[in-house]
Every structure is written in C-alpha cells, then in structure tokens.
C-alpha cells in the first residue's frame, strides 16, 4: 500500500511537472498518409530505412497499439480535430474533391483547443475536410468555410486528394498563383472543359490507371473527378513534399518565438506515388517505397529545423498515420510487383479501409525531450483523443459536447500509464470495438476485398472476434467458441453507438 501511495505521489508530481509546463510547448502533429505499421523501420521494415521517423522512435515514445479512428482518411482526420467518432456523423466519408466544409465553424476542435490557450496555429499539406458552405468552394473567389473557422490562423493545403481535382494549392483561403483570367471549373458529375482524360486518352498518360482515377489528365496524370482551368496554379506532383516541407518548416520559423501549433499533413504516400527525381528508385520498390522515403525526408525537414531554432526540447513532436497501407490503389505504379517480402502492415492483418487491425493501428510517435522519457509503449492510443488530452495538458476545461468521443488519455500519451483506453471503437466498413486486447468485429455481408484494391475488409456474416494477445494476426476467429463474450462486446458496442457521446 505504502509503495503505492509512493508511486502514485511520484507520478502525480510528475504530472503536475507537465500540467506546468512554461513556457508551453510547441506541438508539432505529423500525419502521414497512407502509411502502415509495418512501412517505417522501427516498426520493423526491413527494405526501407527511415531514419528520420525512427529518431522520433529512439527519442520519445514508440506507442504499439496507436490507432487512428478510420480506416479512411476523412473521418480519421474529422475525428481527430473534433474529438467526435466520425461513425457518428453521415457525410463524413472519403469526400470528393468539391464537398463543402464537414466541421461546422461553431465546432470545437483541437485547433481552438490551441487558440484558446494563445498558439498560433497553422495547417500545411492534405485537408480532405471539404471547403466553402454547402454549395462547396469558390475555387475562383473566397473559399471560407475552411481552415480559419476550424482553428486554424495560417493555412496551405491540397484541398482533398493528391488523385483528385482540383490539382491546386490553397493558401488563407485562395487558390494559390491562380490567374483570374483563367477561371477553375471543377465538377464530380461531369465532364467539364476540354482537357483530354484518362478513359479516353490513355497514350497521353505518364502513369497509367488501374481502377477509377480515369478522369480529367493533370500533369500526365488522370485523376478522380474534371476540372478546367487554373492553369497556372497546377501544382507539380514532384515537388509536392518539397513545397510542403518548406511551408511547414517557414511556419515553424515564423513562430519560434511564441507557442505553436502546426498540423502537417504529408501527402505520402497516398497515390499518385509520384516521388522527386532525388528519391526516384532509390528505395527498390518502386514509387511507394521511394515515397516511404520522401515521407522520412519530410520529417527530416521539422526535425533539422527544431534543432537549428533550439526548439526541440519544449516541442512536443507527434508522429502517425490517417489509416492504414494499400499497395494497389487505383493507379499501375509497380507497388505490387516491387513489393517483395516487405509487408506494409508488419505482422497485422487487413489495411486501408478494412476492419482488421492493419486497417486502423498505425505507426504512432511522441517524442517531448524535455519532460518524456524514450520508451515502448502497450498502451491502446487514439487520435480521437488528442482534443481532450491537448485541453487537459493546457488545464482547460471542456464540456461533453466538446469532443464527446475524445478521452482524456494525457498520462498514456505520456508513457505515465501502460494501459491507455479501456475500449476503442474502431471504424473502417464496419464497427469493431476494442476491450483490452480483445477485438469484436460487427457482422458484415458484402465483398471480402476493397474492390480494385488488395485490401482483406474483415467482414463476415456472423461477425468476428480476436484474441490479439495471442493473435495479433487475426487468424483464428473465436466467435463460435467463446459467444458469450462476444454478446457482450457486441452490446457494449451497441451502447456507445446509440449514445451521442463515449466520455
Ligand atoms: C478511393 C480511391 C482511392 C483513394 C481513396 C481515398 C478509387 C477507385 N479509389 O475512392 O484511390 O483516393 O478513395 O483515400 O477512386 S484517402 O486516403 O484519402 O481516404
Ligand atoms: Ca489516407
């Protein structure tokens, strides 16, 4: 008892420590796209080094059971900023490129979260949360609502996809380098202009299509859905993540000299894998594999910069994905044929837009080197938790309306407390729940595979359960021999999807 009451006086100072912490700490959220547990060498890749990522790894806290809240990336990303499960909410799947803004502006957020404590906030690289009101973005005007109403003061972003239209930046709010007398016309009905497609000009191709992505060619590429115009704004897909990696390291020197906060969304290593010439073949993969190291690349970049300003000590630097890995995903770019032994979700089952674990549970890292000591974490971590962990670390207070699916999980985000969640919803084409090691998949008829990709869903007619302390794998379905403790779990899960709110 007495070692206890030691232990916990131990940690309680130590989390006070933190609680105080001033002056406050920059936070630093990397998200990688795409990108799988088993994709980055400290999860254990053998055929790609990534060196930046893994100095993350070795400096703060490698979490093993770090998920995001989708399966896809739009609602692991509405997840992560507002603290709700996106399951919740219709409308928040994978979006077109013209969608209307899916946060409503009087939404808390983890960006406010922020502003609320005096950070100034920004957002580079992938958005993929719909722009403007509900008639969708004024490509050619205003385009609000977007980033400044979910929190963010500063902003450059690829407004969806880097597959689909419009292929352009947006910066504060405009269409960066747009010229006025080339309007952008956009439409996912539609074909709109003149420009040549991929269904129908397959020779003018630089890279080829597989499934979808057969329309409007921008830069020798089809995408999904047509534009015209903009011209002069196209962004080169070579230079992308240097474009990025430069906005998010300017914002970064731009505010050294007061709390910050910077989302950086990478666009690696979703498709098109298009790398810049420097990392083209250097990975022997193909193009994904050489994204995996532009990716590393990018990282590089923020860490190089936090260490030549003296910030890295009170930054807390964040690294994971918005779901899991696909190998095919609409585009021929050798990712299957050059993928080899390596296995972009390591030893889990299922990937991008599936239930098994591969589907949700990512590279996941926080490195804060001036209160976080380097460590392996088991804790069950979510994105989704972010909002309430970040409120607590600046002691403010929240209500059940603000983030009511985001937990306060500050002491495991810390490396304080081994177990982390005692249940997890995980959202992919169906609802699994996570107690402990155990994992329920809900029944789900319809195909086994992602269509066009490679991608196992996990669903099955009578619903799935898994040991994962013994089967990380999800092999060996336990639903006909252990019923019970599937009932329970399938009613737990019933409960928290007809509340509003799982706080
Ligand atoms: C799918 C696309 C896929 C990718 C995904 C979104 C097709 C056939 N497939 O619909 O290529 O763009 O949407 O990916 O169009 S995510 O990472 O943004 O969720
Ligand atoms: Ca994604």
Same mark, same amino acid.
């Given at each position: 008892?007495?070692?206890?009451?030691?232990?916990?006086?131990?940690?309680?100072?130590?989390?006070?420590?933190?609680?105080?912490?001033?002056?406050?700490?920059?936070?630093?959220?990397?998200?990688?796209?795409? %990108?799988?547990?088993?994709?980055?060498?400290?999860?254990?890749?053998?055929?790609?080094?990534?060196?930046?990522? !893994?100095?993350?790894?070795?400096?703060?806290?490698?979490?093993?059971?770090?998920?995001?809240? @989708?399966?896809?990336?739009?609602?692991?990303?509405?997840?992560?900023?507002?603290?709700?499960? #996106?399951? $919740?909410? @219709?409308?928040? =799947?994978?979006?077109?490129?013209?969608?209307?803004?899916?946060?409503?502006?009087?939404?808390?957020?983890?960006?406010?979260?922020?502003?609320?404590?005096?950070?100034?906030?920004?957002?580079?690289?992938?958005?993929?949360?719909? %722009?403007?009101?509900?008639?969708?973005?004024?490509?050619?005007?205003?385009?609000?609502?977007?980033?400044?109403?979910?929190?963010?003061?500063?902003?450059?972003?690829?407004?969806?996809?880097?597959?689909?239209?419009?292929?352009?930046?947006?910066?504060?709010?405009?269409? #960066?380098?747009?010229? *006025?007398?080339?309007?952008?016309?956009?439409?996912?009905?539609?074909?709109?202009?003149?420009?040549?497609?991929? $269904?129908?000009?397959?020779?003018?191709?630089?890279? $080829?299509?597989?499934?979808?992505?057969?329309?409007?060619?921008?830069?020798?590429?089809?995408?999904?859905?047509?534009?015209?115009?903009?011209? *002069?704004?196209?962004?080169?897909?070579?230079?992308?993540?240097?474009?990025?990696?430069?906005?998010?390291?300017?914002?970064?020197?731009?505010?050294?000299?007061?709390?910050?906060?910077?989302?950086? /969304?990478?666009?690696?290593?979703?498709?098109?894998?298009?790398?810049?010439?420097?990392?083209?073949?250097?990975?022997?993969?193909?193009? $994904?594999?050489?994204?995996?190291?532009?990716?590393?690349?990018?990282?590089?970049?923020?860490?190089?910069?936090?260490?030549?300003?003296?910030?890295?000590?009170?930054?807390?630097?964040?690294?994971?994905?918005?779901?899991?890995?696909?190998?095919?995903?609409? +585009?021929?770019? !050798?990712?299957?044929?050059?993928?080899?032994?390596?296995?972009? #979700?390591?030893?889990?089952?299922? =990937?991008? +837009?599936?239930?098994?674990?591969?589907?949700?549970?990512?590279?996941?890292?926080?490195?804060?080197?001036?209160?976080?000591?380097?460590?392996?974490?088991?804790?069950?971590?979510?994105?989704?938790?972010?909002? #309430?962990?970040?409120?607590?670390?600046?002691?403010?207070?929240?209500?059940?309306?603000? =983030?009511?699916?985001?937990?306060?999980?500050?002491?495991?985000?810390? =490396?304080?407390?081994?177990?982390?969640?005692?249940?997890?919803?995980?959202?992919?084409?169906?609802?699994?729940?996570?107690?402990?090691?155990?994992?329920?998949?809900?029944? /789900?008829?319809?195909?086994?595979?992602?269509?066009?990709?490679?991608?196992?869903?996990?669903?099955?007619?009578?619903?799935?359960?898994?040991?994962?302390?013994?089967?990380?794998?999800?092999?060996?379905?336990?639903?006909?021999?252990?019923?019970?403790?599937?009932?329970?779990?399938?009613?737990?899960?019933?409960?928290?999807?007809?509340?509003?709110?799982?706080?």
């Amino acid at each position: 008892m007495c070692r206890r009451m030691a232990l916990l006086t131990l940690f309680l100072s130590g989390l006070c420590n933190v609680l105080a912490a001033d002056p406050k700490p920059n936070v630093v959220l990397i998200y990688a796209d795409d %990108l799988g547990y088993g994709d980055v060498s400290c999860y254990g890749a053998k055929r790609v080094s990534t060196p930046n990522i !893994d100095r993350i790894a070795r400096e703060g806290i490698r979490f093993t059971d770090g998920h995001c809240s @989708s399966g896809t990336c739009t609602p692991s990303r509405f997840s992560m900023l507002t603290g709700e499960y #996106a399951f $919740r909410k @219709s409308g928040t =799947g994978v979006l077109p490129g013209n969608a209307p803004l899916i946060i409503p502006p009087t939404t808390h957020t983890l960006a406010k979260v922020f502003q609320q404590s005096g950070y100034a906030t920004g957002v580079v690289g992938k958005w993929h949360l719909g %722009l403007g009101g509900p008639e969708g973005p004024d490509w050619n005007g205003n385009i609000r609502p977007g980033p400044a109403e979910v929190g963010f003061g500063e902003s450059f972003i690829i407004p969806a996809t880097g597959d689909r239209v419009p292929c352009v930046y947006v910066e504060n709010g405009r269409v #960066a380098g747009l010229d *006025a007398n080339d309007p952008i016309e956009v439409s996912f009905k539609e074909k709109v202009g003149k420009e040549p497609t991929g $269904r129908a000009n397959p020779d003018l191709l630089k890279m $080829r299509w597989h499934h979808g992505h057969d329309m409007t060619i921008i830069k020798g590429i089809s995408r999904i859905g047509w534009m015209s115009g903009g011209k *002069a704004a196209l962004w080169e897909d070579e230079t992308m993540a240097d474009t990025l990696a430069q906005k998010a390291v300017r914002f970064i020197e731009k505010h050294k000299k007061e709390p910050f906060f910077l989302y950086f /969304g990478l666009h690696d290593i979703h498709v098109p894998r298009v790398p810049h010439p420097r990392f083209a073949n250097k990975s022997g993969m193909g193009p $994904r594999g050489d994204c995996i190291l532009q990716a590393d690349f990018c990282v590089g970049e923020i860490l190089k910069t936090l260490d030549k300003q003296g910030l890295a000590g009170n930054t807390i630097l964040l690294f994971t994905s918005d779901n899991g890995p696909v190998v095919n995903d609409g +585009y021929h770019d !050798d990712a299957v044929i050059k993928l080899g032994d390596h296995k972009p #979700a390591g030893p889990l089952r299922g =990937g991008k +837009y599936s239930n098994f674990e591969g589907g949700t549970r990512v590279p996941f890292l926080l490195r804060w080197p001036e209160k976080v000591k380097p460590a392996v974490s088991d804790a069950l971590v979510c994105q989704v938790d972010f909002l #309430a962990s970040f409120a607590k670390l600046l002691q403010q207070t929240t209500t059940r309306g603000d =983030g009511p699916d985001s937990l306060d999980m500050l002491t495991a985000f810390l =490396g304080h407390d081994p177990t982390g969640r005692k249940l997890l919803v995980e959202h992919a084409n169906r609802l699994s729940l996570r107690q402990g090691t155990w994992k329920y998949i809900e029944p /789900g008829k319809g195909p086994k595979r992602a269509p066009g990709t490679d991608t196992e869903l996990g669903q099955d007619p009578a619903g799935m359960l898994f040991d994962l302390s013994r089967d990380l794998g999800e092999t060996t379905n336990l639903i006909g021999s252990q019923p019970e403790r599937a009932k329970a779990m399938a009613a737990k899960l019933l409960e928290i999807r007809s509340a509003k709110s799982h706080r």
